[in-house]
């Protein structure tokens, strides 16, 4: 199996950045995109930004411009820095991984979620 476990998260100020990371280990063949989501309370999970293993990624609208994705894939570990932090980014982060473990199948993973909650 594929774990991945997040860190990073926490309090900021408006304005402030945070960098969130996301590392994966586990029975690990390959993994494919790797990247971020992110839920409200009472909405559905939502698009942060993703990353290949080549290095293309995908931002959501509402983090272009203040969002990089980032992924070392020799460390088999994902970053998001997050600048000029707002108070509706207070929520749940996930990290995300396509990989192919064990099984030889590519399937999906999460990780448990960080909470970062930016303060006005």
């Known amino acids: 199996q594929v774990q991945l476990v997040e860190s990073g998260g926490g309090l900021a100020q408006a304005g402030g950045s945070l960098r969130l990371s996301c590392a994966a280990s586990g029975s690990i063949f390959s993994i494919n995109a790797m990247g971020w989501y992110r839920q409200a309370p009472g909405k559905q999970r939502e698009l942060v930004a993703t990353?290949?293993?080549?290095?293309?990624?995908t931002y959501a609208d509402s983090g272009k411009g203040r969002i990089t994705i980032s992924r070392d894939n020799a460390k088999n570990t994902v970053y998001l820095q997050m600048n000029s932090l707002k108070p509706e980014d207070t929520v749940v982060y996930y990290c995300?991984?396509?990989?192919?473990?064990?099984?030889?199948?590519?399937?999906?993973?999460w990780g448990k979620g960080t909470l970062v909650t930016v303060s006005s």
């Open positions: 990353i290949t293993s080549g290095g293309s990624t």
């Open positions: 995300y991984a396509k990989a192919r473990g064990l099984s030889g199948y590519p399937m999906d993973y």
